[in-house]
């Protein structure tokens, strides 16, 4: 994903609905476009209370199927009538779509600059107006705004031809931001959530274990993950089953593939959601260490001097690592 830029005051923009087809089924086309035109419309009441918003569909491209669609804005006739409209509702539908193409497992920075707001995540990078990100602040947790938006991918998530959403600024162009399939399921989960002050999110990933505890509790054991250090307990009972029963064994060093759960809460100065805590769900695949060192099964065996008064037999291969028990935390580390 290139660095992002989202328009300000764009009246239109392109959605493109990627996949190998140039076709979509019309059902979804209609229940995505139906929704996305009433999370505008939501945030266009809380913006813009002296105006009413209207979305049409001007045309249809080639390619991956494309619509795009405009916004055309009336005076309601009301109190607030002569206040001048804020026209960048489409720029924060975009907004807000395109940090859902952030992946969730790895952290954001926010710089929120008097000018524009800059979200970064690793090499990805989003430039927002400030005016747009503040907008987004204002709306994002309106819970028809929310219900819009979510209902939208959920609609495309129904039409297995669908294996991405984007949008762009025109037909010409291809999308800058791409929301793969795979996250359509967590998005719309997550924005049917009526609390919007904090969420969960769920990926299977693998992690690094640093220190493990050797007994089933809610004490956090420490892994690498995505090259940051996270604590999280572990909570999948069949993995406690088979760990007491050995049929596997840990060491620092080897690497888990699990399902992780992250739990976000809202950060309202930088309008965005931040990792708070982790939590091990389900452990699905031990990997060990890797080997530095050939291990010898025939190990030769010295034995002392006749009259040797400790009597100690000595392997002529030692241990490839110590395992150092803590009584005190229950917990290893190598």
């Given at each position: 994903?290139?660095?992002?830029?989202?328009?300000?005051?764009?009246?239109?923009?392109?959605?493109?609905?990627?996949?190998?087809?140039?076709?979509?089924?019309?059902?979804?086309?209609?229940?995505?476009?139906?929704?996305?035109?009433?999370?505008?419309?939501?945030a266009n009441k809380t913006l813009n209370p002296g105006y009413e918003i209207e979305i049409v569909v001007e045309a249809f491209g080639p390619g991956s199927f494309k619509a795009l669609v405009r916004s055309i804005y009336k005076s309601a006739g009301n109190l607030f009538s002569n206040?001048?409209?804020?026209?960048?509702?489409?720029?924060?539908?975009?907004?807000?779509?395109?940090?859902?193409?952030?992946?969730?497992?790895?952290?954001?920075?926010?710089?929120?600059?008097?000018?524009?707001?800059l979200i970064q995540q690793g090499d990805k990078k989003i430039?927002?107006?400030?005016?747009?990100?503040?907008?987004?602040?204002?709306?994002?947790?309106?819970?028809?705004?929310?219900?819009?938006?979510?209902?939208?991918?959920?609609?495309?998530?129904?039409?297995?031809?669908?294996?991405?959403?984007?949008?762009?600024?025109?037909?010409a162009e291809p999308p800058p931001f791409e929301i793969p399939?795979?996250?359509?399921?967590?998005?719309?989960?997550?924005?049917?959530?009526?609390?919007?002050?904090?969420?969960?999110?769920?990926?299977?990933?693998?992690?690094?274990?640093?220190?493990?505890?050797?007994?089933?509790?809610?004490?956090?054991?420490?892994?690498?993950?995505?090259?940051?250090?996270?604590?999280?307990?572990?909570?999948?009972?069949?993995?406690?089953?088979?760990?007491?029963?050995?049929?596997?064994?840990i060491a620092p060093g080897d690497s888990l593939n699990v399902r992780l759960k992250i739990h976000q809460k809202w950060n309202q100065e930088a309008g965005v959601f931040v990792n708070k805590s982790y939590e091990v769900v389900e452990v699905m695949i031990h990997n060990p260490r890797p080997s530095q060192e050939t291990l010898d099964l025939n190990p030769t065996v010295s034995l002392p001097p006749t009259g040797d008064p400790l009597g100690q037999l000595q392997l002529s291969q030692p241990p490839r690592f110590r395992l150092q028990i803590e009584e005190d935390t229950g917990s290893y580390k190598g």
């Open positions: 994903m290139p660095t992002v830029y989202i328009p300000e005051n764009e009246d239109s923009i392109v959605l493109h609905f990627g996949g190998e087809f140039t076709r979509i089924n019309a059902y979804t086309l209609a229940t995505a476009l139906v929704n996305i035109a009433d999370a505008a419309k939501a206040d001048l409209v804020k026209g960048f509702i489409l720029g924060v539908v975009t907004n807000v779509f395109c940090q859902y193409a952030l992946p969730p497992n790895n952290e954001v920075t926010v710089n929120v600059g008097p000018d524009e707001v430039v927002v107006p400030r005016a747009v990100h503040d907008a987004t602040k204002q709306v994002e947790r309106n819970s028809q705004f929310r219900k819009g938006i979510g209902q939208a991918i959920k609609a495309i998530e129904t039409d297995p031809a669908i294996a991405s959403f984007g949008i762009s600024r025109s037909m399939r795979v996250q359509f399921a967590a998005i719309s989960e997550d924005l049917s959530q009526p609390d919007a002050d904090s969420r969960d999110l769920e990926e299977v990933t693998d992690v690094r274990i640093v220190r493990a505890i050797l007994y089933k509790s809610k004490r956090r054991w420490e892994f690498v993950w995505n090259d940051i250090k996270i604590a999280a307990p572990v909570t999948d009972d069949e993995f406690y089953n088979k760990f007491f029963s050995r049929q596997i064994t």
